[in-house]
């Protein structure tokens, strides 16, 4: 079972989003744009949360926005075939062909109101009751007309009156009675509350594992941290494999008969009779119920984990290096996903993994983030867990990996960025899936062109994707003129500069139309400082490089003629660069009402304008 995508709307900050989802899915954008919220919302997704905080909900103070309503959907593709008899999932599961391949999916979605309960729904075929179903008043009309009354008893859970008139929530309930209904294929509806009680689907969807980026190493080992759960994790898979744990129901159920509170040959009963016979000799007539329920050895047999770690001394978890932990943490992963293969291999039932993983380069040196992006592709691409990272690293971006599988990529790389809405003129976080349109893929089929791209959008040029502003600038001397202008600016306005915009580097002007049309097929607009030159070979690129940017003149600055002529000296044969930083250091001051008048004032309102706003 894979995760397709992942749709959110109005949750922290997103408005609305698709995430679409690939072996290893990759969130990226700069700081404070919403990544972490994204896994925040899976993890509650995938767990039984029936209510959001207030703060959860989407709201802009100015202008005045707020939704009343989070939603969350996902599509899960490639359900085994035995889903069909799933509690929940009958008339559910959707058969869907792409590129060939064939494959069952299903689509669930929560809703959380303010103030609300949580709403949940599956996306279903229209149901119609069978005929010789159709006249049934009581659950004995069901059993006489053909539906078992085990059946009966599983899906309303405990005793019933077969003879008593069936209520509109019994009718509820009655959808899970697949046997009941005619499905249409052709229609489909969403259906509330499928499956019953919500663990019904729960217990079959795949289990979500989130790797936070905390700040303190005891939140990795807390109960409920990362190394705690991935403990866990690993306990369950080998507990519901063993023989030993099917054994343990049956002495569950002979302890649960020796504290039945209501058998008072047990000792257990008897102390309940004293007990309310202490309780009635002060309050009349009051009682104490119990009821011991012993059915579910899941949540009966719970371990505890005391966890060490060793370099050259045993220790805390807590007293070892954060690197090491995130790694700990990561290292059993990659054995629980080896312990599965095993079993399912054996014909044993593992359910999926989803592992969110918040900055898996933190911690780490450039190499060794490097290293630790293969081994989540690694694991990623194992057929039962997935992994949803965030990042703010150029090494954990691999752009000559290849999607491969048209079907489910076994790369999505996200592009995370800020944009204003059109309908409510607010700033919203978008989501693009860069490496999925269809202008990357006929990228990757034209090899020349594609090796051209890997060479250009080296880990250098790869921070564009952690900043909301690219200028590209033809070479060694506009780059160093706008480091000396920014190193001038006001203190507040040179942060913002340093926080919000990269400078990349093309080497020439013929290399700015490639780079320009690799840049924008990832999503990014950038803006283009070059020279309009005089001779007759440089001359010939300046039509090109508007062109590449739909020919928007406000996208591009272009000297006349040279940079140098720009700032008042005559252009050097050689030592550009050494030439421009030794004239600007000479006649400018170190304030910003020193800089050059003729720059300072195109700097202010065409390369960094919302600087100056």
């Given at each position: 079972?894979?995760?397709e995508y992942f749709y959110i709307k109005g949750f922290r900050r997103i408005k609305e989003a698709k995430?679409?989802?690939?072996?290893?899915?990759?969130?990226?954008?700069?700081?404070?744009?919403?990544?972490?919220?994204?896994?925040?919302?899976?993890?509650?997704?995938?767990?039984?949360?029936?209510?959001?905080?207030?703060?959860?909900?989407?709201?802009?103070?100015?202008?005045?926005?707020?939704?009343?309503?989070?939603?969350?959907?996902?599509?899960?593709?490639?359900?085994?075939?035995?889903?069909?008899?799933?509690?929940?999932?009958?008339?559910?599961?959707?058969?869907?062909?792409?590129?060939?391949?064939?494959?069952?999916?299903?689509?669930?979605?929560?809703?959380?109101?303010?103030?609300?309960?949580?709403?949940?729904?599956?996306?279903?075929?229209?149901?119609?009751?069978?005929?010789?179903?159709?006249?049934?008043?009581?659950?004995?009309?069901?059993?006489?007309?053909?539906?078992?009354?085990?059946?009966?008893?599983?899906?309303?859970?405990?005793?019933?009156?077969?003879?008593?008139?069936?209520?509109?929530?019994?009718?509820?309930?009655?959808?899970?009675?697949?046997?009941?209904?005619?499905?249409?294929?052709?229609?489909?509806?969403?259906?509330?509350?499928?499956?019953?009680?919500?663990?019904?689907?729960?217990?079959?969807?795949?289990?979500?594992?989130?790797?936070?980026?905390?700040?303190?190493?005891?939140?990795?080992?807390?109960?409920?941290?990362?190394?705690?759960?991935?403990?866990?994790?690993?306990?369950?898979?080998?507990?519901?494999?063993?023989?030993?744990?099917?054994?343990?129901?049956?002495y569950l159920d002979r302890l649960a008969l020796e504290l039945d509170p209501n058998d008072q040959t047990?000792?257990?009963?008897?102390?309940?009779?004293?007990?309310?016979?202490?309780?009635?000799?002060?309050?009349?007539?009051?009682?104490?119920?119990?009821?011991?329920?012993?059915?579910?050895?899941?949540?009966?047999?719970?371990?505890?984990?005391?966890?060490?770690?060793?370099?050259?001394?045993?220790?805390?978890?807590?007293?070892?290096?954060?690197?090491?932990?995130?790694?700990?943490?990561?290292?059993?992963?990659?054995?629980?996903?080896?312990?599965?293969?095993?079993?399912?291999?054996?014909?044993?039932?593992?359910?999926?993994?989803?592992?969110?993983?918040?900055?898996?380069?933190?911690?780490?040196?450039?190499?060794?983030?490097?290293?630790?992006?293969?081994?989540?592709?690694?694991?990623?691409?194992?057929?039962n867990s997935k992994i949803i990272c965030t990042t703010h690293s150029p090494y954990m971006i691999d752009?000559?990996?290849?999607?491969?599988?048209?079907?489910?990529?076994?790369?999505?790389?996200?592009?995370?960025?800020?944009?204003?809405?059109?309908?409510?003129?607010?700033?919203?976080?978008?989501?693009?899936?860069?490496?999925?349109?269809?202008?990357?893929?006929?990228?990757?089929?034209?090899?020349?062109?594609?090796?051209?791209?890997?060479?250009?959008?080296?880990?250098?040029?790869?921070?564009?994707?952690?900043?909301?502003?690219?200028?590209?600038?033809?070479?060694?001397?506009?780059?160093?003129?706008?480091?000396?202008?920014?190193?001038?600016?006001?203190?507040?306005?040179?942060?913002?500069?340093?926080?919000?915009?990269?400078?990349?580097?093309?080497?020439?002007?013929?290399?700015?139309?490639?780079?320009?049309?690799?840049?924008?097929?990832?999503?990014?607009?950038?803006?283009?400082?070059?020279?309009?030159?005089?001779?007759?070979?440089?001359?010939?690129?300046?039509?090109?490089?508007?062109?590449?940017?739909?020919?928007?003149?406000?996208?591009?600055?272009?000297?006349?003629?040279?940079?140098?002529?720009?700032?008042?000296?005559?252009?050097?044969?050689?030592?550009?660069?050494?030439?421009?930083?030794?004239?600007?250091?000479?006649?400018?001051?170190?304030?910003?009402?020193?800089?050059?008048?003729?720059?300072?004032?195109?700097?202010?309102?065409?390369?960094?304008?919302?600087?100056?706003?």
């Amino acid at each position: 079972m894979k995760i397709e995508y992942f749709y959110i709307k109005g949750f922290r900050r997103i408005k609305e989003a698709k995430v679409e989802c690939g072996d290893a899915t990759f969130l990226i954008g700069e700081n404070n744009i919403g990544k972490s919220s994204i896994l925040t919302a899976l993890e509650l997704f995938f767990s039984d949360a029936k209510n959001l905080e207030e703060e959860d909900y989407f709201k802009i103070d100015e202008p005045k926005f707020q939704t009343d309503e989070i939603v969350f959907e996902v599509k899960l593709t490639d359900l085994p075939t035995e889903s069909n008899h799933w509690r929940g999932f009958k008339g559910r599961i959707f058969s869907e062909t792409t590129n060939g391949e064939t494959l069952n999916c299903i689509y669930y979605r929560k809703t959380y109101p303010r103030g609300g309960t949580a709403r949940r729904e599956m996306r279903s075929c229209r149901k119609t009751i069978r005929n010789e179903f159709a006249k049934c008043k009581t659950f004995d009309d069901y059993i006489t007309a053909g539906i078992s009354a085990a059946v009966i008893a599983e899906c309303f859970e405990g005793e019933i009156n077969t003879t008593k008139a069936i209520t509109n929530k019994d009718k509820e309930k009655l959808d899970l009675i697949s046997e009941i209904w005619d499905v249409d294929e052709t229609n489909s509806e969403w259906a509330t509350n499928p499956g019953g009680i919500e663990q019904n689907i729960l217990v079959k969807l795949p289990r979500f594992l989130l790797i936070p980026a905390e700040n303190g190493k005891n939140e990795i080992n807390k109960q409920g941290g990362a190394l705690q759960n991935t403990m866990k994790e690993l306990f369950s898979e080998v507990r519901e494999a063993s023989d030993n744990y099917k054994q343990a129901q049956m002495y569950l159920d002979r302890l649960a008969l020796e504290l039945d509170p209501n058998d008072q040959t047990q000792e257990f009963g008897k102390m309940l009779i004293d007990i309310n016979n202490i309780i009635s000799g002060v309050f009349t007539g009051s009682k104490i119920h119990i009821t011991t329920n012993l059915s579910d050895p899941g949540s009966s047999i719970k371990p505890t984990f005391d966890i060490q770690m060793s370099s050259n001394v045993k220790t805390n978890p807590e007293r070892q290096g954060m690197g090491a932990l995130r790694s700990t943490v990561f290292a059993l992963l990659r054995y629980r996903e080896r312990f599965a293969q095993r079993k399912i291999k054996e014909g044993v039932l593992i359910r999926p993994l989803i592992i969110g993983f918040e900055e898996p380069e933190m911690y780490l040196h450039p190499n060794a983030a490097s290293l630790m992006r293969e081994k989540l592709y690694e694991l990623a691409t194992s057929s039962n867990s997935k992994i949803i990272c965030t990042t703010h690293s150029p090494y954990m971006i691999d752009l000559s990996r290849k999607i491969d599988n048209e079907s489910y990529p076994k790369q999505v790389l996200n592009l995370l960025s800020l944009k204003m809405d059109a309908e409510h003129a607010i700033p919203v976080t978008t989501v693009m899936p860069f490496n999925t349109t269809q202008a990357f893929k006929n990228l990757q089929a034209d090899d020349k062109q594609f090796v051209k791209f890997v060479l250009k959008i080296d880990d250098s040029i790869a921070k564009v994707f952690f900043c909301s502003k690219v200028i590209v600038v033809e070479g060694d001397t506009e780059e160093l003129l706008i480091k000396e202008t920014v190193q001038r600016l006001p203190s507040a306005k040179m942060k913002q500069f340093l926080c919000d915009y990269q400078i990349v580097k093309a080497r020439g002007k013929a290399v700015i139309i490639s780079l320009v049309k690799y840049l924008r097929i990832l999503g990014i607009e950038p803006f283009v400082i070059h020279d309009m030159d005089t001779e007759a070979g440089a001359i010939i690129f300046n039509d090109p490089i508007l062109a590449s940017l739909d020919n928007l003149e406000d996208r591009r600055l272009m000297v006349k003629h040279t940079i140098e002529d720009l700032l008042g000296y005559a252009e050097p044969i050689n030592e550009k660069p050494y030439k421009a930083y030794k004239f600007i250091n000479e006649n400018w001051g170190d304030e910003w009402k020193d800089v050059n008048e003729p720059w300072k004032e195109i700097f202010e309102n065409r390369v960094s304008p919302e600087l100056f706003v």
